[in-house]
């Protein structure tokens, strides 16, 4: 089982810029279909962004395309998340999660394997 690791969170002005990355402790993470989602306070888990197990194919939900960009290292074991511009409304919890198959790319239940959460506030 792939353990995930998230990083890169905490206070940004709006309008500035974050990385986060998540880690995977094994090897198998280059077979994961990889996706970050985000939580805000009082709402349901979201999906964000996702991409496929050779970086080639991304997926972005309309509210951070031009703004957020997701890549991945698999010789590092690693997936990235260029947060830019960023509003207080991208404020949150953001998990990364991952999964050997994926059904729908937008539905958190289609993903298996979750990491802890790291937060990102945005203020005005």
């Known amino acids: 089982q792939v353990q995930l690791v998230e990083s890169g969170g905490g206070l940004v002005q709006a309008g500035g810029s974050l990385r986060l990355s998540c880690a995977a402790s094994r090897r198998a993470f280059r077979n994961y279909f990889m996706g970050w989602f985000r939580q805000a306070p009082g709402k349901d888990r979201e999906f964000v962004v996702a991409i496929n197990m050779s970086g080639g194919t991304t997926y972005y939900a309309d509210s951070v395309k031009g703004r957020f960009t997701i890549s991945r290292d698999n010789a590092k074991n690693t997936v990235y998340l260029q947060m830019s511009t960023l509003k207080p409304e991208d404020t949150g919890v953001y998990y990364c999660?991952?999964?050997?198959?994926?059904?729908?790319?937008?539905?958190?239940?289609?993903?298996?394997?979750w990491g802890q959460g790291t937060q990102v506030t945005v203020s005005s």
């Open positions: 999660a991952g999964a050997y198959d994926v059904g729908i790319i937008t539905a958190a239940n289609s993903y298996n394997t």
